[in-house]
């Protein structure tokens, strides 16, 4: 029997989309499921919840058993051949009031906060202490387990555990499968063009991978999709707030850069120095960039959970369709040693000639019963690169702050911070992570 220990297990939703396309997979329906959380009220709605799925889709084949608190994640762990992390260390309260609040006070604004940027740099130094552990635990009591992280900050993340403990690991996100579906979508092409038929290459870092063609048939459709593109951004610029695009940013990086990046305007728009600036505020209006859009997001989910409780918790008659994540593939492909296509966050290591060898590259991977193994994808544009380093230094930057657990290194992921840089002097920089170190307190390690 497979086991799958799902950490963060109190995200239902989340659980829904990987643990329901297992029940719908023909390996996994008979696997032992550990749901794990700190959480005990979060961690009995998704248990609820996915009772109902394993009753309703999958003829109760599954075994599912529920591990609540810091004490019993190794036995949540023990023996499972798959770890699936989705965990957030902090609530939105804490970080509405830490991670945006104090950079708001000294002028830099943020959107998510949860990749780069000053709050993704803090996020990942919560979630890389927590992972510490898990990597520890799961060293002890699954030494062969797969770890497949869909938390963020995704490449300094990910980075942590391929190079610092010996857990195999992948990263995974849904920004590549859903890509070009998005940018059709922006634009109001899809009854002119059948996804079925399109072929794309999508290479680079997490957020910020670049789709590099797009063809329909060998035929190369790129030049068209830009040119509508350009035209429509030219005039959501000059439409009222309400008639913009959310997609801007994307569509004017594209049009400076040449290529489309696989992530959200609002994220992009916190991890280039471009775009939220107080020298230019009239961009975030021009561009519909959504500051402060992941606590008011939050705010907005938590004041609708019991409804969402009703609609999922309690629905008797709850089914699934399989999703696009790739969690249940890979676990699917690894178990039966059929070959699977993904787009996986991997170590470098010269699959992409032109960045570090030891960031972390979001690439094509093959899977199969030897796990996840990157391809060769050549190398990027060199502006594409360029734009990808002022990432990575931040990201390699992070983990050393993570390893090393010296203050000095998170001032360097700081200072090299593309949009931190940007807005703030060097002494503001550092008087800023000092306040928000003292003001996150033990939630975090003591750096030196």
Known sequence: MTKITFLGAGSTSFVKNIIGDAFCTAALQDAHVALYDI???????????????????????????????VENRKEALRGADFAINAIRVWDYTISEAIDFAIPTKYGLRQTIAD????????????????MQDFAEDMAEVCPNVWFLNYTNPMCALTGFM???TPIRTVGLCHSVQSCVRGLLNTLELNDRYCLDKLRSRIGGINHQAWLLELTEN???????????????????????????????????????????????????????????????????????IPLDASPNRCRQIFANREKQYKEICENHVLTHKMSNE??????????????????????????????????????PCLVDGNGVQGTYFGPLPTQCAALNMTNINTQLLTIDAIVTRKKEAIYHAAMLDPHTSAELSLDDIIKMVDEMIAAHGDRLPQYN
Not at 115 to 130: E, M, P
Not at 226 to 234: E, G, N, P, V
Not at 347 to 360: F, K
């Open 326 to 363: 790739f969690g249940c593939g890979i676990m699917n492909a690894i178990v039966t040693n059929q070959p699977h296509r993904i787009a996986g966050n991997v170590l470098n290591h010269g699959l992409i000639d032109n960045l570090p060898s030891n960031a972390v590259v979001e690439v």
């Open 115 to 130: 990749t780069i940027g000053i709050g993704g740099l803090f996020r990942a130094l919560g979630s890389g202490y927590a």
């Open 218 to 288: 060998g035929r190369d459709i790129y030049p068209e999709i830009k040119d509508i593109a350009f035209r429509k951004l030219d005039a959501w610029r000059q439409a009222p707030k309400g008639e913009k695009s959310a997609n801007m940013v994307r569509l004017e990086i594209m049009r400076k850069f040449g290529y489309y990046v696989t992530e959200s305007s609002e994220h992009s728009a916190e991890y280039q120095p471009y775009w939220i600036k107080r020298q230019y505020p009239e961009l975030v209006d021009e561009y519909n």
């Open 39 to 69: 959480n005990p009220q979060r961690l009995h709605e998704s248990e609820v919840m996915l009772r109902t799925l394993n009753k309703n889709i999958n003829q109760e084949r599954a075994t599912i058993t529920t591990h609540c608190g």
């Open 162 to 164: 391929l190079r610092y």
